[in-house]
T-cell receptor, first 114, second 112 residues
Framework: AQTVTQSQPEMSVQEAETVTLSCTYD???????LFWYKQPPSRQMILVIR??????QNATENRFSVNFQKAAKSFSLKISDSQLGDTAMYFC???????????FGTGTRLQVFP | GAVVSQHPSWVICKSGTSVKIECRSL??????MFWYRQFPKQSLMLMAT?????????EQGVEKDKFLINHASLTLSTLTVTSAHPEDSSFYIC????????FGQGTRLTVV
């Protein structure tokens, strides 16, 4: 069974600074996707960034980038130039190609301070 | 982008009654849907996978007779919480298949 671990229950960062959220996972699969989702107070799930395991290049989306280390099964999220609107819960998630099931980590609560 | 409509957004019901939650895709079709439950300050836990036209598959520990799932069409899935009890109070979220974020807005259920 796949598992996703987020070891940081809470993080804080000052506006305009950079913060990195950690995620590790465990799987015996070779083909899968990894995701970071944001859940603001509205609780709507918002896709932040997606990485396909076969791609060696780290995904980037504007201020958001990942450090994907497949051998280490690590998938961290870096948020640059943090903004107040980045305050939210962040979930790391895993999906195999053949099941489409999303398995979530326990989440990291990020607070951005002015 | 694709839109998923889930309603009601919140509901309060009396213990012992049943509540139906609807999840509808507005501009796409999907054969597979997922239902999640999220307790306060916790992660999303997969409850079941529903496939259009067939019986849902439930995760270990989820009572299939309590959480009835109907996926009657490619655009609509429903979750019915039967004989609800206070411990069923939670946030329920639907998700359509795919690698995009096809999530519903969630339903906050409070059983009193």
């Amino acid at each position: 069974a796949q598992t996703v671990t987020q070891s940081q229950p809470e993080m804080s960062v000052q506006e305009a600074e950079t913060v990195t959220l950690s995620c590790t996972y465990d799987t015996s699969e070779n083909n899968y996707y990894l995701f970071w989702y944001k859940q603001p107070p509205s609780r709507q799930m918002i896709l932040v960034i997606r990485q396909e395991a076969y791609k060696q290049q780290n995904a980037t989306e504007n201020r958001f980038s990942v450090n994907f280390q497949k051998a280490a099964k690590s998938f961290s999220l870096k948020i640059s130039d943090s903004q107040l609107g980045d305050t939210a819960m962040y979930f790391c998630a895993f999906m195999t190609y053949n099941t489409d099931k999303l398995i979530f980590g326990t989440g990291t609560r990020l607070q951005v301070f002015p | 982008g694709a839109v998923v409509s889930q309603h009601p957004s919140w509901v309060i019901c009396k213990s012992g009654t049943s509540v139906k939650i609807e999840c509808r895709s507005l501009d796409f079709q999907a054969t597979t849907m997922f239902w999640y439950r999220q307790f306060p300050k916790q992660s999303l836990m997969l409850m079941a996978t529903s496939n259009e036209g067939s019986k849902a598959t439930y995760e270990q520990g989820v009572e299939k007779d309590k959480f009835l799932i109907n996926h009657a069409s490619l655009t609509l899935s429903t979750l019915t919480v039967t004989s609800a009890h206070p411990e069923d109070s939670s946030f329920y979220i639907c998700r359509f298949e795919g690698t995009e974020a096809f999530f519903g807005q969630g339903t906050r259920l409070t059983v009193v």
